[in-house]
């Protein structure tokens, strides 16, 4: 006599999988013709610089997610000056913060937190471009060496650099010396001619960035003067 063998119950949806979301499809960028010409110039100069650095094929383990190269795009249109950075990634740690504060001057951070959060957030490597060349900040707490054939300041322990070259005043903040001494000698201008290892411009004088009026000092419709150097 045959036995009779059950019929397998009906296979249902797993409550996770029909609650997962859908991905939606990337939004595609726009087309080169269709950028206005400060825009377009600026997108052509990162498709460059994209080509240019290497991209790791090892997995982000950083809190922190890296930001779009768009995010560059202010920079490379708004500033009238130098300004420096390592690439879209140093030492396996990429951008993860970019600034332009009231004055002028550009920060761009490295890597994730290593104290604070949001608003208070310390990263592992921090490249900021001053276009006010007056002073070198540290100068007087720290002992003076040559980076790249140009005079800088060492400080905390050779954690921080700082450095007048050309029309700016480039200083590095790291976690310790030899990421700080990595940092300097791999810095070039994202805006500007220049490359990494090479001696750096040297310092020309006083600009007179810290006695041009700020956009928000400006009356409506005027612009603001250039410095020399610039």
């Not at 979301?21 to 377009?40: D, E, F, G, K, N």
């Not at 396996?92 to 004055?103: A, L």
């Not at 310790?176 to 994202?190: I, N, Q, R, W, Y």
Request: hydrophobic residues 40%; glycine residues 8%.
């Amino acid at each position: 006599m045959r036995r009779s063998v059950a019929a397998p119950p009906p296979r249902t949806r797993s409550p996770l999988r029909a609650a997962a979301p859908r991905r939606h499809a990337a939004t595609p960028l726009a087309p080169l013709h269709t950028i206005a010409p400060s825009r377009r110039h600026a997108t052509a100069i990162l498709l460059a610089l994209l080509c240019a650095v290497a991209v790791s094929a090892c997995g982000d383990t950083l809190q922190d997610q890296p930001i779009a190269p768009q995010a560059l795009e202010s920079v490379i249109v708004k500033s009238r000056f130098p300004v420096y950075w390592l690439g879209f990634e140093f030492q396996r740690m990429r951008i993860t913060g970019v600034t332009i504060d009231p004055g002028g001057a550009v920060t761009i951070h490295y890597g994730d937190c290593l104290v604070g959060g949001q608003y208070t957030c310390v990263t592992p490597v921090t490249v900021v471009s001053s276009p006010d060349n007056s002073f070198v900040p540290g100068a007087s707490a720290g002992h003076a060496v040559r980076v790249r054939s140009v005079a800088a300041t060492s400080a905390q322990g050779g954690r921080t650099v700082s450095m007048a070259t050309g029309s700016v005043v480039v200083s590095v903040h790291a976690r310790d010396a030899s990421l700080a001494s990595g940092a300097v000698e791999t810095m070039a201008p994202l805006n500007k001619v220049g490359l990494p290892l090479r001696p750096l411009p040297p310092a020309v004088p006083d600009t007179g960035f810290d006695r041009v009026p700020l956009p928000s000092e400006l009356p409506p419709g005027a612009s603001i003067p250039r410095t020399p150097g610039t």
